[in-house]
């Protein structure tokens, strides 16, 4: 009986161990998935940053061009004179 009582004493000792763990796995957990919502966030804004710069760069791109062509012309009306 004596020894009955010890396992199921040890037992109890070890469920107790095990949901302290599982509690701060869980918590662990809570932790990284919050985390990773963070850089997810911070990738999400850093993409949309990329996007915008490779735009902008496309216009300035675009002006510049017809800017070249405006002098061509220009030049080419100072020539002609």
Known sequence: MRDKVRIVAQLGLEIEEHQERLKILVEHLKSVKMELVHTQSLVDNKNKEIETEEHM????ERQSGRLKNE???LEQ????Q
């Open 77 to 80: 009306r100072i020539a002609d």
């Open 57 to 60: 760069k496309q216009i300035t």
């Open 71 to 73: 002098i061509e012309k």
